[in-house]
């Protein structure tokens, strides 16, 4: 264009700067019109920047399109992480899961999915906010890739695939490289709790001995299992019940207390039943279910409660705390 313009009469574009300005300021479709070709072939040029301009700013854009999307499907796919702690890791996504989900949720504890199914991402965010599910497609193998569910600070795991065989390998692999965690499998072979118990896992429950425990339950005292299968989960409506486990803390007006006087008291001040307490002893949890001996409630255990959704609210107020390990 220098070459062009130079040594014309009325020539605006005389320096290297002057092209420099009048092409970025065209190609880049500003177009400030200071300085314009005179000549003939200087006009020819500057057609070739307008048509080129044309090509350069679609280029832009559809590399921002590019980036804009790239960052919008790792989120959602879960590449950029979470935060979560203190919450429930779900390895598979299914109906059961699901419904799982849906009481955890309910009770406020946060959760992270993992999925091998990109379709599963879509139909979870239509159920759950990111506030209370995040979502992470990876191959289930993929433990480095793992990391993103903050999965070492979850309060537990829950292996949801498809067989037993299935769920006992890949617990003892996952085990190689989170050895530290709390798992819990549901099992379709009840004979199979004292093996998995043996490779590591926290928790294996039976789906077929519980369903059976209840149906019997209901043909022979049908509203002792209607109560059961109501407190078993999370109590919606204020006169619905439901069994909760509560940390006793440092300033938890219970810490010294004799467990028959907290009795009385919960009843009295939150109607609240106080029906076991859990102490840890040689580093394993132990259950005493309404114990007949004293026994004094001391900081670090948990109170096993049976309350209303209202008892509930009188004992956030009271303990300063939400239930749960």
């Known amino acids: 264009m220098l070459q062009f313009e130079s040594g014309a009469p009325n020539a605006r574009i005389i320096s290297i700067q002057d092209g420099a300005w009048y092409a970025i300021a065209t190609l880049t479709t500003v ?21 080129s301009s044309i090509g350069i700013y679609g280029f832009v854009i559809g590399q921002i399109t590019i980036v804009m999307r790239t960052v919008k499907e790792n989120k959602a796919m879960g590449l950029n992480g979470t935060n979560f702690e203190g919450h429930v890791v779900i390895i598979g996504w299914n109906d059961f899961s699901q419904s799982v989900i849906g ?13 091998k199914d990109k379709r599963d991402i879509e ?8 506030n209370e599910a995040y979502t992470l497609y990876s191959d289930y193998n993929n433990f480095e890739l793992m990391e993103k569910s903050n999965i070492r600070k979850a309060s537990i795991v829950f292996i949801n ?38 490779a590591g896992v926290t928790y ?48 938890n007006p219970m810490a010294g207390m004799l467990y028959d006087k907290a009795f009385f008291d919960l009843k009295k001040e939150s109607n609240v039943v106080l029906v076991g307490l859990v102490k840890m002893v040689d580093g394993k949890r132990k259950m005493l279910k309404n114990p007949e001996e004293p026994v004094t409630i001391e900081k670090g255990d948990y109170l096993v409660l049976l309350m209303d959704r209202k008892g509930h609210q009188r004992l956030k107020r009271l303990f300063h705390i939400e239930e749960g390990l």
Not at 103 to 115: D, P, Q, R, S, Y
Not at 123 to 130: F, K, P
């Open 31 to 51: 177009g400030y019109g200071d300085l314009i070709p005179v000549t003939y072939w200087g006009r020819m040029l500057g057609f070739v920047f307008l048509l």
């Open 103 to 115: 009481h955890l949720i309910a009770a406020g504890k946060k959760v992270a999915i993992i999925t």
């Open 123 to 130: 139909l979870i965010r239509e159920y759950y906010t990111v």
């Open 161 to 198: 695939l498809h067989d037993d065989t299935e769920k006992l390998v890949y617990i003892i692999n996952m085990k190689k490289h989170f050895n530290d965690l709390n798992y819990v499998v549901t099992l379709d072979n009840g004979n199979l709790k004292s093996t998995f118990h043996h």
């Open 204 to 251: 294996a429950i039976s789906k077929n001995e519980i369903s059976s425990k209840l149906l019997a339950s209901y043909i022979y005292e049908p509203d002792v299992a209607l109560f059961s299968e109501e407190i078993i989960a999370y109590a919606h409506h204020d006169d619905e019940y439901d069994m909760k486990q509560l940390q006793v803390k440092e300033d």
